[in-house]
Protein backbone atom coordinates (compact mmCIF):
# COMPACT_ATOMS: atom_id res chain seq x y z
CA UNK A 1 0.00 0.00 0.00
CA UNK A 2 1.21 3.71 -1.16
CA UNK A 3 2.19 5.93 1.93
CA UNK A 4 2.17 9.43 2.63
CA UNK A 5 5.16 9.20 3.08
CA UNK A 6 6.24 7.23 -0.17
CA UNK A 7 4.17 9.96 -1.97
CA UNK A 8 5.81 12.89 0.00
CA UNK A 9 9.20 11.34 -1.52
CA UNK A 10 7.72 10.60 -4.79
CA UNK A 11 6.83 14.46 -5.02
CA UNK A 12 10.14 15.51 -4.09
CA UNK A 13 11.71 13.64 -6.66
CA UNK A 14 9.49 15.11 -9.23
CA UNK A 15 10.63 18.42 -7.95
CA UNK A 16 14.58 17.66 -8.66
CA UNK A 17 13.52 16.66 -11.68
CA UNK A 18 11.74 19.96 -12.57
CA UNK A 19 14.88 21.64 -10.74
CA UNK A 20 17.16 19.86 -13.27
CA UNK A 21 14.93 20.70 -16.69
CA UNK A 22 14.86 24.00 -15.88
CA UNK A 23 18.77 24.20 -15.35
CA UNK A 24 18.98 22.79 -18.87
CA UNK A 25 16.72 25.24 -20.18
CA UNK A 26 18.74 28.12 -19.15
CA UNK A 27 21.94 26.37 -19.99
CA UNK A 28 20.23 25.95 -23.25
CA UNK A 29 19.30 30.15 -23.17
CA UNK A 30 22.97 30.86 -22.83
CA UNK A 31 24.43 29.38 -25.72
CA UNK A 32 21.51 31.35 -27.22
CA UNK A 33 22.63 34.27 -25.59
CA UNK A 34 25.68 33.91 -27.39
CA UNK A 35 24.87 33.49 -31.12
CA UNK A 36 22.90 36.34 -30.63
CA UNK A 37 25.03 38.79 -29.61
CA UNK A 38 27.92 36.90 -31.90
CA UNK A 39 24.88 38.00 -34.93
CA UNK A 40 24.59 41.38 -33.28
CA UNK A 41 20.82 40.63 -32.82
CA UNK A 42 18.71 42.03 -29.97
CA UNK A 43 18.13 39.97 -26.60
CA UNK A 44 14.53 39.85 -26.69
CA UNK A 45 12.34 38.50 -29.06
CA UNK A 46 8.44 39.78 -28.64
CA UNK A 47 7.17 37.41 -31.25
CA UNK A 48 9.16 34.68 -30.06
CA UNK A 49 8.28 35.04 -26.45
CA UNK A 50 4.59 34.92 -27.40
CA UNK A 51 5.02 31.87 -29.52
CA UNK A 52 6.49 30.20 -26.63
CA UNK A 53 4.00 31.32 -24.16
CA UNK A 54 0.68 30.46 -26.99
CA UNK A 55 2.69 27.02 -27.16
CA UNK A 56 2.87 26.14 -23.10
CA UNK A 57 -0.29 27.05 -22.61
CA UNK A 58 -1.76 24.34 -25.26
CA UNK A 59 0.56 21.86 -24.33
CA UNK A 60 -0.93 22.71 -20.48
CA UNK A 61 -4.14 22.39 -21.55
CA UNK A 62 -3.64 19.21 -23.31
CA UNK A 63 -2.16 17.90 -20.05
CA UNK A 64 -5.62 18.73 -18.37
CA UNK A 65 -3.59 21.70 -16.30
CA UNK A 66 -5.13 25.69 -16.13
CA UNK A 67 -3.53 27.26 -19.12
CA UNK A 68 -2.95 30.56 -16.97
CA UNK A 69 -0.65 28.04 -14.82
CA UNK A 70 1.53 26.97 -17.99
CA UNK A 71 1.71 30.98 -18.60
CA UNK A 72 2.25 32.00 -15.40
CA UNK A 73 5.46 30.00 -14.93
CA UNK A 74 6.61 30.37 -18.41
CA UNK A 75 6.94 33.90 -17.78
CA UNK A 76 8.47 33.59 -14.87
CA UNK A 77 11.11 31.22 -16.81
CA UNK A 78 11.38 33.61 -19.62
CA UNK A 79 12.29 36.77 -17.15
CA UNK A 80 14.78 34.02 -16.14
CA UNK A 81 16.41 33.46 -19.31
CA UNK A 82 16.65 37.52 -19.87
CA UNK A 83 18.17 37.68 -16.46
CA UNK A 84 20.58 35.41 -17.50
CA UNK A 85 21.52 36.48 -21.24
CA UNK A 86 21.19 39.85 -20.32
CA UNK A 87 24.28 39.30 -17.15
CA UNK A 88 26.55 37.59 -19.82
CA UNK A 89 25.90 40.68 -22.67
CA UNK A 90 27.40 42.75 -19.80
CA UNK A 91 30.47 40.84 -19.03
CA UNK A 92 30.83 40.16 -22.85
CA UNK A 93 30.21 43.97 -23.83
CA UNK A 94 33.26 44.44 -21.45
CA UNK A 95 33.06 48.22 -21.28
CA UNK A 96 34.76 48.95 -18.26
CA UNK A 97 37.50 46.43 -19.05
CA UNK A 98 41.02 48.11 -17.57
CA UNK A 99 39.13 51.17 -16.46
CA UNK A 100 38.79 52.35 -12.87
CA UNK A 101 35.30 53.63 -11.61
CA UNK A 102 34.90 55.35 -8.19
CA UNK A 103 31.49 55.41 -6.62
CA UNK A 104 31.29 57.65 -4.43
CA UNK A 105 28.08 56.35 -1.54
CA UNK A 106 29.17 53.28 -3.04
CA UNK A 107 28.02 51.54 0.41
CA UNK A 108 24.05 53.01 0.11
CA UNK A 109 21.82 51.08 -1.81
CA UNK A 110 21.99 52.30 -4.89
CA UNK A 111 25.91 52.71 -4.72
CA UNK A 112 25.95 49.04 -4.14
CA UNK A 113 24.08 48.33 -6.76
CA UNK A 114 25.85 50.21 -9.42
CA UNK A 115 29.40 49.13 -7.85
CA UNK A 116 28.11 45.22 -8.38
CA UNK A 117 26.80 46.72 -12.42
CA UNK A 118 30.30 48.21 -13.08
CA UNK A 119 32.23 45.16 -12.40
CA UNK A 120 30.03 42.55 -13.92
CA UNK A 121 31.43 45.22 -16.82
CA UNK A 122 34.88 44.71 -15.82
CA UNK A 123 35.52 47.97 -14.25
CA UNK A 124 37.94 48.25 -11.22
CA UNK A 125 35.48 49.57 -8.44
CA UNK A 126 36.72 51.92 -5.71
CA UNK A 127 34.36 53.01 -2.99
CA UNK A 128 33.94 55.99 -0.98
CA UNK A 129 31.43 56.21 1.68
CA UNK A 130 31.65 57.49 5.59
CA UNK A 131 29.94 54.46 5.92
CA UNK A 132 32.37 52.05 4.96
CA UNK A 133 32.87 49.69 1.99
CA UNK A 134 30.76 46.50 0.46
CA UNK A 135 32.77 43.60 0.88
CA UNK A 136 34.75 42.40 -1.93
CA UNK A 137 35.90 46.29 -2.65
CA UNK A 138 38.67 48.58 -2.31
CA UNK A 139 38.18 52.11 -0.18
CA UNK A 140 39.08 54.78 -1.66
CA UNK A 141 40.02 58.08 0.45
CA UNK A 142 40.97 61.29 -0.87
CA UNK A 143 41.49 63.10 -4.09
CA UNK A 144 39.79 61.58 -7.70
CA UNK A 145 43.17 59.77 -8.87
CA UNK A 146 43.95 60.26 -12.25
CA UNK A 147 43.33 56.60 -13.09
CA UNK A 148 39.25 57.03 -12.11
CA UNK A 149 37.74 56.88 -15.78
CA UNK A 150 34.45 57.28 -14.87
CA UNK A 151 33.21 59.00 -11.26
CA UNK A 152 29.61 57.93 -9.94
CA UNK A 153 27.66 59.76 -7.17
CA UNK A 154 25.39 57.94 -5.43
CA UNK A 155 25.40 59.96 -2.38
CA UNK A 156 22.23 60.85 -0.74
CA UNK A 157 20.73 63.73 -2.67
CA UNK A 158 20.80 66.15 0.44
CA UNK A 159 24.97 65.91 0.29
CA UNK A 160 25.48 65.15 -3.76
CA UNK A 161 25.16 68.81 -4.48
CA UNK A 162 28.16 69.84 -2.20
CA UNK A 163 29.78 66.69 -3.79
CA UNK A 164 29.84 67.48 -7.16
CA UNK A 165 31.18 71.17 -6.43
CA UNK A 166 34.17 69.48 -4.64
CA UNK A 167 34.75 67.22 -7.10
CA UNK A 168 34.62 70.43 -9.62
CA UNK A 169 37.86 71.63 -8.02
CA UNK A 170 39.87 69.09 -8.59
CA UNK A 171 41.54 67.82 -11.75
CA UNK A 172 39.50 65.23 -13.19
CA UNK A 173 40.07 63.32 -16.50
CA UNK A 174 37.62 60.59 -16.47
CA UNK A 175 33.26 61.28 -16.70
CA UNK A 176 31.27 62.28 -13.42
CA UNK A 177 28.02 60.82 -13.67
CA UNK A 178 24.99 61.79 -10.98
CA UNK A 179 21.83 59.82 -10.74
CA UNK A 180 19.80 62.03 -8.08
CA UNK A 181 16.31 61.78 -8.58
CA UNK A 182 16.07 65.59 -8.35
CA UNK A 183 17.75 67.71 -10.39
CA UNK A 184 17.15 71.77 -9.36
CA UNK A 185 19.00 71.31 -6.16
CA UNK A 186 21.89 70.02 -7.95
CA UNK A 187 22.44 72.52 -10.68
CA UNK A 188 24.83 74.76 -8.99
CA UNK A 189 26.98 71.79 -8.60
CA UNK A 190 26.82 70.29 -12.57
CA UNK A 191 27.52 74.18 -13.44
CA UNK A 192 30.91 74.34 -11.50
CA UNK A 193 31.77 71.09 -12.80
CA UNK A 194 30.74 71.90 -16.20
CA UNK A 195 32.91 75.71 -15.28
CA UNK A 196 36.05 73.34 -14.75
CA UNK A 197 35.61 71.46 -18.14
CA UNK A 198 34.94 68.74 -16.34
CA UNK A 199 33.04 65.84 -18.59
CA UNK A 200 29.60 65.06 -16.33
CA UNK A 201 26.19 63.46 -17.39
CA UNK A 202 23.01 63.30 -15.12
CA UNK A 203 21.46 60.25 -15.19
CA UNK A 204 18.15 59.08 -13.42
CA UNK A 205 17.77 55.31 -13.17
CA UNK A 206 13.64 54.90 -12.16
CA UNK A 207 14.44 51.82 -10.47
CA UNK A 208 15.25 50.56 -7.17
CA UNK A 209 18.43 48.86 -5.95
CA UNK A 210 16.69 45.54 -5.94
CA UNK A 211 16.47 44.95 -10.00
CA UNK A 212 18.13 42.28 -11.31
CA UNK A 213 16.76 42.08 -14.95
CA UNK A 214 16.72 45.73 -16.56
CA UNK A 215 14.28 44.65 -19.47
CA UNK A 216 11.27 46.96 -19.02
CA UNK A 217 13.07 49.51 -16.84
CA UNK A 218 13.54 52.88 -17.45
CA UNK A 219 16.16 55.72 -17.05
CA UNK A 220 16.29 59.32 -17.86
CA UNK A 221 19.18 61.22 -19.09
CA UNK A 222 19.51 64.88 -18.88
CA UNK A 223 21.87 66.23 -21.74
CA UNK A 224 24.36 68.69 -19.89
CA UNK A 225 26.02 69.48 -23.18
CA UNK A 226 29.18 66.79 -23.04
CA UNK A 227 29.00 64.10 -26.11
CA UNK A 228 31.85 62.54 -23.94
CA UNK A 229 29.41 61.68 -21.39
CA UNK A 230 26.34 61.60 -22.81
CA UNK A 231 28.20 58.80 -24.63
CA UNK A 232 29.65 56.73 -21.66
CA UNK A 233 25.98 56.90 -20.10
CA UNK A 234 24.73 55.29 -22.42
CA UNK A 235 26.81 52.39 -23.22
CA UNK A 236 27.19 51.29 -19.56
CA UNK A 237 23.30 50.00 -20.13
CA UNK A 238 23.67 49.20 -24.21
CA UNK A 239 24.17 45.58 -23.55
CA UNK A 240 20.84 45.74 -21.23
CA UNK A 241 17.12 45.74 -22.47
CA UNK A 242 16.65 48.67 -20.42
CA UNK A 243 14.90 51.89 -22.29
CA UNK A 244 17.14 55.60 -22.49
CA UNK A 245 14.73 58.69 -22.74
CA UNK A 246 16.28 62.00 -22.71
CA UNK A 247 14.57 64.51 -20.90
CA UNK A 248 16.07 68.52 -20.66
CA UNK A 249 17.14 68.99 -16.73
CA UNK A 250 14.97 72.30 -16.42
CA UNK A 251 11.87 69.58 -17.37
CA UNK A 252 13.15 66.72 -15.44
CA UNK A 253 11.87 67.82 -12.06
CA UNK A 254 8.53 68.74 -13.18
CA UNK A 255 7.78 65.05 -14.79
CA UNK A 256 8.99 63.60 -11.70
CA UNK A 257 6.63 65.66 -9.36
CA UNK A 258 4.06 62.84 -11.43
CA UNK A 259 5.97 60.18 -11.50
CA UNK A 260 7.24 59.99 -8.56
CA UNK A 261 5.68 61.99 -6.22
CA UNK A 262 2.56 61.78 -6.60
CA UNK A 263 2.77 57.85 -7.00
CA UNK A 264 4.90 58.56 -3.26
CA UNK A 265 2.57 60.02 -1.49
CA UNK A 266 -0.65 58.06 -2.88
CA UNK A 267 0.89 55.20 -1.58
CA UNK A 268 2.28 56.01 1.22
CA UNK A 269 -1.47 57.78 2.56
CA UNK A 270 -2.96 54.30 1.93
CA UNK A 271 -0.48 52.49 3.71
CA UNK A 272 -0.75 55.07 6.55
CA UNK A 273 -4.75 55.46 6.80
CA UNK A 274 -4.38 51.30 6.76
CA UNK A 275 -2.14 51.45 9.35
CA UNK A 276 -4.88 53.88 11.63
CA UNK A 277 -7.62 51.68 11.11
CA UNK A 278 -7.50 49.19 14.02
CA UNK A 279 -8.20 46.32 11.95
CA UNK A 280 -6.04 43.09 11.98
CA UNK A 281 -3.96 42.74 9.09
CA UNK A 282 -4.63 39.01 8.63
CA UNK A 283 -8.17 39.69 8.76
CA UNK A 284 -7.40 41.91 5.96
CA UNK A 285 -5.29 39.35 4.10
CA UNK A 286 -7.88 36.78 4.65
CA UNK A 287 -10.78 38.89 3.10
CA UNK A 288 -8.69 40.91 0.28
CA UNK A 289 -10.26 41.77 -2.69
CA UNK A 290 -7.66 41.90 -6.01
CA UNK A 291 -7.34 45.59 -6.13
CA UNK A 292 -6.55 45.42 -2.52
CA UNK A 293 -3.90 42.92 -3.02
CA UNK A 294 -2.19 44.69 -5.81
CA UNK A 295 -2.34 47.95 -3.64
CA UNK A 296 -0.87 46.86 -0.70
CA UNK A 297 2.09 44.61 -2.28
CA UNK A 298 2.87 48.35 -3.70
CA UNK A 299 2.47 49.87 -0.45
CA UNK A 300 4.31 47.55 1.25
CA UNK A 301 7.55 48.40 -0.99
CA UNK A 302 7.14 51.97 -1.23
CA UNK A 303 7.10 52.12 2.97
CA UNK A 304 10.38 49.80 3.59
CA UNK A 305 12.01 52.43 1.39
CA UNK A 306 15.11 55.08 2.42
CA UNK A 307 12.82 57.87 4.69
CA UNK A 308 15.38 59.95 4.02
CA UNK A 309 14.92 59.18 -0.03
CA UNK A 310 11.34 59.72 -0.08
CA UNK A 311 11.44 62.61 2.45
CA UNK A 312 13.90 64.66 -0.23
CA UNK A 313 11.87 63.67 -3.16
CA UNK A 314 8.73 65.13 -1.53
CA UNK A 315 10.77 68.18 -0.14
CA UNK A 316 13.21 69.35 -2.52
CA UNK A 317 11.19 69.28 -5.83
CA UNK A 318 9.65 73.17 -6.14
CA UNK A 319 7.02 70.91 -8.46
CA UNK A 320 5.49 68.88 -5.96
CA UNK A 321 3.26 71.43 -4.28
CA UNK A 322 0.20 71.45 -7.19
CA UNK A 323 0.79 67.67 -7.19
CA UNK A 324 0.01 67.87 -3.29
CA UNK A 325 -3.02 70.30 -4.63
CA UNK A 326 -4.55 68.07 -7.19
CA UNK A 327 -4.45 64.45 -5.01
CA UNK A 328 -6.21 66.49 -2.28
CA UNK A 329 -8.55 68.36 -4.69
CA UNK A 330 -9.27 64.91 -6.59
CA UNK A 331 -10.19 63.52 -3.28
CA UNK A 332 -12.61 66.42 -2.22
CA UNK A 333 -14.66 65.97 -5.60
CA UNK A 334 -15.10 61.90 -5.12
CA UNK A 335 -15.91 62.49 -1.31
CA UNK A 336 -18.43 65.70 -2.31
CA UNK A 337 -19.79 63.12 -5.18
CA UNK A 338 -20.46 60.40 -1.73
CA UNK A 339 -21.77 62.94 0.67
CA UNK A 340 -24.20 64.39 -2.25
CA UNK A 341 -25.29 60.73 -3.00
CA UNK A 342 -24.46 61.93 -6.41
CA UNK A 343 -23.93 58.66 -8.88
CA UNK A 344 -23.46 60.55 -11.96
CA UNK A 345 -20.76 63.18 -10.63
CA UNK A 346 -19.05 59.77 -9.49
CA UNK A 347 -18.89 58.32 -12.46
CA UNK A 348 -18.09 61.50 -14.82
CA UNK A 349 -14.82 61.82 -12.19
CA UNK A 350 -14.18 57.85 -13.48
CA UNK A 351 -14.83 58.04 -16.88
CA UNK A 352 -13.15 61.59 -17.09
CA UNK A 353 -9.66 59.68 -16.54
CA UNK A 354 -10.57 56.48 -18.94
CA UNK A 355 -9.02 57.89 -22.20
CA UNK A 356 -5.81 59.29 -20.53
CA UNK A 357 -5.11 55.88 -17.80
CA UNK A 358 -5.89 53.50 -21.16
CA UNK A 359 -3.14 55.94 -23.28
CA UNK A 360 -1.01 55.28 -20.17
CA UNK A 361 -1.05 51.45 -19.84
Known amino acids: MVTLADLRAELDTVDEQLISVIARRQALVAQIGEIKRAAGRQLRDFKREREVIEHVRDAAASQGLDPNLGESLMRALIDASLTTQEQQGLSAHAAGDGLCALVIGG ?3 MGRWFSAFLEQQGYQVQVQDPSGVPPGLQAWDGDVADHHDLVVVAAP ?4 NAILQRLSTQAIRGVVLEIGSIKAPLKPGIEALQASGIAVASLHPLFGPMVNLLAGKHLILCDLGSARANALARSLFA ?3 ATISEVALDEHDRLMAWILALSHLSNLTFAHALSS ?5 QTLKRCASSTFERQSAIATDVVQESAQ ?8 NDHNAPVRQALAEALSEYSEAIEQNDVHAFARLMGGSVDFMRALA
Not at 157 to 160: F, I, R, V, W
Request: aromatic share 8%; no cysteine; charged share 15%.
Open 107 to 109: NGR
Open 239 to 241: PTL
Open 309 to 316: LYFEIQRL
Open 157 to 160: LGAT
Open 277 to 281: SGLDP
